[in-house]
């Protein structure tokens, strides 16, 4: 089957050009090592060269595993070839300790340097957690300052060739952008037809910032998301018109935002029809139709970490 060539996007303070479209790490329930590398392998021969993973995730180490195996099979032949994008974990969140988590996702990675390090949330958890809810004494403010700072030390030193943000708002990001010597290149956010997200994106257009949209499907079949996307009948109507998949009229609905996408299947089918939406567009009426569907956030960070105030907060900030 054809490998599809996917576009990239230049970023501000960024030396690699990223993909538009990748594939996400994050599985539900977690996959087992073998399951992840399998299904990475038979994305790089799909075509996807973009892989979001985090340090929570657990899927570095497959990555790991699939990118030795990519190689060794001659499917890339270089590193180089490949964006990775990872995540600072919050319990490390804080000045002293972002280079050497970075330093521990590389390891993990056995990569020389990620293309895109992300604080993965706008908080800070005072102990390494293994399982969710949390307790409310180790949920605290993010010190942006020392974070930020602590980011831009691994751009330095070449560990990352890009810095930026995930589940940031307007507010957090402001923040950011008054102490930044060197400015975020992206912040990572839910974003779906159901969650358009058309504040962040006006303020994100507005200062340069690049957003990149997670869970365009709506995490259906993960703890974090529902099926309200892949059963939308307005979508599905769209579909039918189109001979599209439900799933790709969201796809295609992000992709015309301008923004990048990280979505993931581990199937190989659906893997392959995700990246199937670059070749044809949606017609006004059908963006007029999902401009009018009602708006519902999926991934609350309450239903994650508790519904303790700082978090609660957090989640009310557009
Ligand atoms: N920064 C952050 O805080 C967050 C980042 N992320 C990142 O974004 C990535 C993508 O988001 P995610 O939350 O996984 O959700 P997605 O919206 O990408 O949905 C993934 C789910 O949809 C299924 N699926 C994939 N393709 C199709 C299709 N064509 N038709 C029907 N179902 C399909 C997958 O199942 P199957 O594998 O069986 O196909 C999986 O259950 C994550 O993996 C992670 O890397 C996600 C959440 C938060
Ligand atoms: O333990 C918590 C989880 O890792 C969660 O907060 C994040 O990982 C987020 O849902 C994501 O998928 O990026």
């Not at 319990?91 to 056995?110: G, I």
Request: proline share 4%.
């Amino acid at each position: 089957m054809a490998c599809v060539t996917i576009p990239s996007v230049i970023l501000k303070g960024c030396e690699k050009a990223m993909p538009l479209i990748g594939m996400g790490t994050s599985s539900y329930p977690p996959a087992d090592t073998e399951t992840a590398k399998a299904a990475i392998l038979e994305a790089i021969q799909a075509g996807y060269r973009h892989f979001d993973t985090a340090f929570a995730y657990g899927s570095e180490k497959p990555l790991r595993e699939a990118i030795a195996e990519a190689l060794r099979l001659g499917l890339i032949q270089s590193r180089d070839e490949l964006f990775i994008t990872t995540k600072l974990w919050a319990s490390f969140a804080e000045r002293t300790q972002v280079v050497s988590a970075c330093k521990m996702s590389l390891e993990n990675l056995q990569l020389e340097y990620v293309d895109m390090y992300l604080i993965h949330l706008p908080m800070r958890l005072t102990e390494m957690i293994s399982r969710t809810p949390v307790a409310e004494e180790i949920v605290r403010p993010l010190d942006v300052k020392g974070a930020w700072e602590g980011m831009e030390e691994c751009k330095n030193l070449g560990l990352t060739k890009g810095i930026g943000l995930s589940n940031f708002s307007c507010k957090k990001i402001e923040e950011v952008l008054s102490i930044a010597k060197i400015p975020p290149a992206l912040n990572q956010v839910e974003m779906n037809p159901l969650w358009q997200q058309r504040q962040l994106r006006e303020f994100c257009r507005a200062k340069g910032v690049h957003i990149t949209a997670y869970s365009p499907l709506g995490a259906n079949n993960t703890k974090w998301g529902d099926n309200r996307i892949v059963e939308s009948d307005v979508l599905a109507n769209i579909a039918k018109a189109r001979g599209k998949t439900t799933a790709q009229v969201a796809l295609r609905w992000a992709h015309e935002q301008g923004v990048s996408i990280v979505t993931k299947s581990f199937n190989k089918e659906r893997m392959r029809q995700n990246l199937q939406i670059l070749d044809w567009a949606l017609h006004s009426e059908d963006l007029e139709k999902i401009s009018q569907l009602p708006q519902r956030k999926g991934l609350n960070l309450a239903s994650i970490m508790g519904p303790h105030q700082l978090v609660l907060e957090l989640d009310a900030e557009v």
